[in-house]
Structure formats: structure tokens, C-alpha cells
């Protein structure tokens, strides 16, 4: 099989295939491989029952990400030398992070131990839990990859975006699946969330066992996907579970979560009832739904077109891998025939539902999407809850659509967006089948942390189950004393990526793009005679995003003054300064200057050109 058939494996759902011999051993082969049920068999630990008697070592469980924020999701659990990692997620920059593309986390512990590394096992395929991959993997040797079907696929096409598909060595596993990674031996569990094929992770080792749930909700009627299979997991419950780590993300929110069948029975009445065009904007990765609408549409005889990259991408690959349930040819690529045919018999589905600035749905409701105009009569339905952070965007975009002529239906109208984390009794329900030894809420800000924490003490007796918060760069051990939090802390920063450019950006650099956001520039040039150091004329002063200088001429000739009399006092106090020193105090003269003179703080470079 050579390097370019990666993809092979991904045309059609494949039915469990046998490992030939006794152990597994990952290959250099580079289509993903199954992981089958022949696989050596789980060596069962039960830890509550052994109380520590058997133990050997200490386990370490080390959150890189994931644990001070939704997002940058990546836990190492560490036992002697051998290590595996659950996830390799990014996160998006906020607004203050300005020009900055994304974040992911930092592995600078992994990099030291990297020929220790044995395999990174993914939850599902969002990119809060697969984005980083294009950076971790190179630098920790390629490493073996285990994932699901449909996360295996999300994460080749995530490599070859980057070029690093051909080196993957990538395994899909399922819940039948039983891998020996050093002395670990990984077992997975289907549970449910807003995308199929998710699972939770089973790692046990010598000294102890942890139960990851990666993200998860109980959804008895998921959209084509099967409900999370209860026995599985409290089969693994019984075996003696040591850590518990599991989602924070609706840790506060009250009862179950409502399922996507409630979502699909809007959503159809929705397609139904419209005489016009309708235009839906969701998350390109909530497959099941997407593949509901697309269901819906063809049964009213709408043609689906499709708007944005990631959109494309997503429903191309769901159909390559056999998930999608509708006919073929219901789905096409967006193109101008979206407004020539009868509005009636149009569905368009894009991306965008959280207002960014350069989305398909952004760029329709301000009349710039090339193939896509607003009109009088279209139904814009917003299928997503929004990010905190994104409200404001949001409403601008709905502003702009009402503007020309669309109604715009939100979650705030109708049930048209569920969320894939559980609510506080599927948590419970999730404690009631793992019984954990100790408790540690993962995935979420500290305060849904600790409202976590506060609403499981309700129902586990916390002086026989400690529930146990973590930040990014604790270390949690595991051994025969016991469960307890290192002293140790891991370096865990902000790894920042913008364009090309890849953890360079400093915190200063942030503040300049901030000062420049806020106040502008200006730019103040000096010519000199390069011996004496005397001006040859008054300096020359540029500004961008600071003062418009022909109608503040006198503000811009009273900063001339200034930097032409900081220049002189500065180079006649000491004519050998260096250049540098001589830059920094002009800068710190004229920024005091503007300061007082007019309460704003630009950014100041002066430039020296010598004759």
C-alpha cells in the first residue's frame, strides 16, 4: 500500500478486522489500521479491591490543556517510561489577541520525553481535541495515532492540510478494541456528543487506572449515531476505577440534555412551512445535524448547496465514509443557480453561526459573498449557541440580514440548537456507573469547575471520594499511598499561532498590536550629520490611525518641537550615546508629551537616518 492511498480505508464503514499474532505492533504503514478485538486480552486491575496491595510505580496524569478554558484539550498520563496522550486540541484567540490565528498548548515536557511517547488517542474529531495535531505530531516523532473512524478521518484531513499525512501512523479503534502501549493497556467506551464516533478512554497500568469521558452527553435518539452503550461503561466501572475525568463544560446546568430528535423535529417543521429560501449556519462538525437537514430538504424537495470550505470539506468526507443517510445528489457546492432557481426548492447550508468576520454568513448579510444575495423572503435560521465573546458579532450579523428583507430565527425563537455536554444528572449518571476513587472535573473555566465539584459533593461522599481540581500543569499521581496532587508543575503556556508563524509571538507583541489598535502610530523621522549628531532639519512626523496632521497642524507642530528639542537636549548631554539608547528616550520624551497633551498613548518609533 503506498503513502497516497491514506484515505483508502475511509470510503465506506468497515466491519472489525483480526490482528494477525499476539501483540499489537503499530506499523509504519500509512492507511489507518484496525484495531481489532483479537488484541492481547485487558489485564483487569481492580483497584478498589487490592486498596494498593498490588500496585507497582506511580501513575501521573498531567492536564497540558483543557483545564482553564473550553478548548486546547490535551491530558499525558505518564507511568515510569511510557507515556500516551488523550487529545491534541487548539483553541480559537479571543479579541484581545489580536492577528492571532489560533492557540495550542505547550509540550515542551512531551518534547524532553518524546522517544517515551507511545500513542495519542483522540476523543472525537472537534478541533478543540484534534487541532493541534499538525503541531504536535512532528515534534514528538510520529507517534502512533488511535481513533475512531470518523475522528481518524477528521484527523488525516487535518495532516494533509500541512503535508504530515503521509508520515501518520494511524489505528481506528472502536469499543472492541484492546491496545498495549508500553505498560499501558487502552480500552474505549461509545458515548454521545454533538458530532458520531465519539468514545471515552479507558488507561489502566500497573499503578492504577484513569476513565477519561472526552466530551459527552446521554442521547437515547442521537442523530446517525447509536446511543452510548451503558453496559460497556459500567462493565469498566465494575473493574475498579482509580480517576474519574469528566466534561465540566454544562456542569451547572440542571437535569439532562435536551436530544437531537427535539433539535430535528424544529428543524423539519422549519423546512417545511417556508415558501421562500432557507439558509441555515451551523457548526460545520455537527454532522448528525447536518445530515438531518439535508434529509429533511430532500424530502421537500429542496436542493442543498453548500457554502464555506470547512462545510464542504465535512459533508464530502461524511459521505465518503458512508454516514450520510439522504440521496445522492441532494448535495452540491454553492453556485449562482442558489438564486435562479425557485426560492421554494433552495436550501443553503453555511458556516458562520458564530459571526466571525470572514464566514460565509458574515459576507451574505453585509452583500459581499459572491454567490449568495439577501433577499426579501429568505429564512435564516442561526443553529448554534453563542461563544461568550462572539454575542456582540452576532447581533450585528442578524442587524444586516433583517436589513435586507430576511427573517432570521435564533435558539432565543425555537429549539434549533442543542449541546453536546451533559447536564448535571447525566454527570451523576456517569459517577453512578465508573464509582470512581477520586473525582477530577476536566474541560471547562474554573467556575464550572467548581460548580462541578460543588454539585457531585451532593452526591459522593467526599470524605471517600475526593473530587479533585486540577489546573493546566498539575500533576496528578497514582500508587499504592494513595491519590494525591503533586508539588510539581509542569510548563503549560499559551503556545500562540499567527499565519506562519509559530510560538513567537510574545506578550509584547500583543500590546503593540493592542497600542496600535487604540491610539495608531506615529512615526517620527530625524536626519543628522552622522559625526556632530546635529539635526539637518526639523524632524518629519508620519501618522496612521493617530491624528489626520493637516487638521491638527498644531498639535503635529507642537510634537515637532518636542522631539526636535528632546533630540538636541539628549545628544548634547552625552554625544556617544548609542543609537538604540537614543531611540528609547526620544520614544519616552514624546510619548510623555502626547500623554499629558492629549490623554492618548500611540504607538511612537522614531527613525534616525544619519548623513
Not at 499565519?499 to 496600535?516: A, T
Not at 528609547?584 to 514624546?590: A, C, K, P, Q, V
Request: aromatic residues 6%; contains cysteine.
Amino acid at each position: 500500500m503506498t503513502e497516497k492511498k491514506t484515505l483508502g480505508w475511509f470510503k465506506k464503514k468497515k466491519p472489525p478486522t483480526k490482528e494477525k499474532g499476539g501483540k499489537h505492533t503499530p506499523k509504519t504503514a500509512h492507511a489507518p489500521k484496525k484495531v481489532g478485538p483479537k488484541t492481547p486480552p485487558h489485564k483487569r486491575h481492580v483497584a478498589h479491591k487490592t486498596a494498593g496491595r498490588h500496585r507497582k510505580g506511580k501513575l501521573r496524569i498531567i492536564p497540558l490543556g483543557g483545564l482553564e478554558e473550553v478548548g486546547k484539550n490535551i491530558n499525558a498520563i505518564e507511568y515510569g517510561n511510557d507515556i500516551v496522550l488523550i487529545d491534541t486540541g487548539m483553541s480559537f484567540a479571543g479579541p484581545d489577541m489580536m492577528g492571532v490565528d489560533y492557540i495550542v498548548p505547550d509540550i515542551s515536557y512531551l518534547e524532553k520525553r518524546k522517544r517515551n511517547v507511545r500513542g495519542i488517542l483522540f476523543t472525537h474529531g472537534h478541533l478543540d481535541h484534534i487541532g493541534a495535531i499538525q503541531h504536535v505530531l512532528p515534534k514528538l516523532g510520529n507517534p502512533p495515532i488511535y481513533a475512531s473512524n470518523l475522528t481518524a478521518a477528521m484527523v488525516t484531513t487535518r495532516l494533509q492540510e500541512f503535508g504530515l499525512d503521509k508520515a501518520a501512523k494511524i489505528h481506528i479503534v472502536d469499543e472492541t478494541s484492546k491496545i498495549k502501549l508500553g505498560a499501558f493497556e487502552v480500552e474505549f467506551f461509545h458515548i454521545n456528543h454533538s458530532i458520531p464516533d465519539s468514545m471515552g478512554i479507558y488507561v489502566n497500568s500497573p499503578a492504577g487506572s484513569v476513565v477519561h469521558t472526552g466530551d459527552f452527553k446521554f442521547d437515547h435518539s442521537p442523530a446517525i449515531d447509536k446511543p452510548a452503550n451503558f453496559q460497556r461503561i459500567a462493565e469498566i466501572g465494575s473493574r475498579g476505577v482509580d480517576v474519574l475525568m469528566i466534561d465540566s463544560t454544562n456542569a451547572l446546568k440542571p437535569g439532562f440534555c435536551k436530544s437531537e430528535a427535539e433539535v430535528a423535529k424544529t428543524l423539519e417543521n422549519i423546512i417545511e412551512k417556508a415558501t421562500g429560501r432557507i439558509i441555515i449556519a451551523s457548526f460545520s462538525s455537527l454532522i448528525g445535524r447536518i445530515n438531518q437537514i439535508v434529509g429533511f430538504a430532500a424530502k421537500n424537495k429542496r436542493k442543498v448547496f453548500l457554502s464555506g470550505r470547512s462545510m464542504v470539506e465535512n459533508v464530502k468526507l461524511t459521505e465518503r465514509l458512508g454516514y450520510a443517510t439522504y440521496p445522492k445528489g441532494t448535495v452540491r457546492k454553492i453556485t449562482p443557480q442558489a438564486n435562479s432557481m425557485p426560492p421554494s426548492q433552495v436550501l443553503i447550508l453555511t458556516t458562520g453561526a458564530q459571526g466571525e468576520t470572514l464566514s460565509a454568513l458574515t459576507r451574505m448579510s453585509i452583500g459581499e459573498h459572491s454567490q449568495v444575495k439577501i433577499r426579501e423572503g429568505d429564512t435564516v435560521v442561526i443553529s448554534a449557541t453563542p461563544i461568550p465573546g462572539n454575542e456582540l458579532a452576532i447581533v450585528s450579523v442578524i442587524n444586516n440580514l433583517y436589513a435586507q428583507g430576511a427573517k432570521v430565527i435564533t435558539k432565543n425563537e425555537m429549539d434549533i440548537h442543542v449541546s453536546g455536554h451533559a447536564h448535571q444528572e447525566e454527570l451523576k449518571l456517569m459517577y453512578g456507573l465508573i464509582k470512581p476513587r477520586a473525582y477530577v472535573p476536566i474541560h471547562g473555566e474554573l467556575y464550572m469547575r467548581m460548580g462541578h465539584i460543588e454539585m457531585i459533593k451532593k452526591v459522593a461522599d467526599p470524605t471517600t471520594i475526593p473530587t479533585i481540581l486540577e489546573n493546566n500543569g498539575d500533576v496528578l499521581e497514582v500508587s499504592h499511598q494513595g491519590i494525591r496532587k503533586s508539588k510539581e508543575k509542569i510548563p503549560c503556556n499559551d503556545i500562540l499561532v499567527d499565519g506562519l508563524g509559530f510560538g513567537n509571538i510574545g506578550s509584547r507583541v500583543i500590546q503593540d498590536r493592542k497600542v496600535m489598535a487604540n491610539d495608531g502610530v506615529l512615526v517620527v523621522h530625524f536626519h543628522a550629520y552622522e559625526e556632530s549628531r546635529r539635526l539637518v532639519s526639523d524632524p518629519n512626523i508620519m501618522s496612521r490611525g493617530f491624528l489626520y496632521l493637516k487638521e491638527s497642524e498644531d498639535v503635529a507642530k507642537e510634537v515637532r518641537q518636542v522631539a526636535k528639542k528632546a533630540y538636541e537636549t539628549i545628544t548634547q548631554q552625552n554625544r556617544k550615546i548609542a543609537l538604540k539608547d537614543l531611540k528609547i528616550e526620544l520614544e519616552r520624551n514624546i510619548s510623555n508629551f502626547i500623554r499629558k497633551r492629549l490623554r492618548r498613548e500611540p504607538m511612537i518609533i522614531p527613525i534616525i537616518m544619519h548623513t
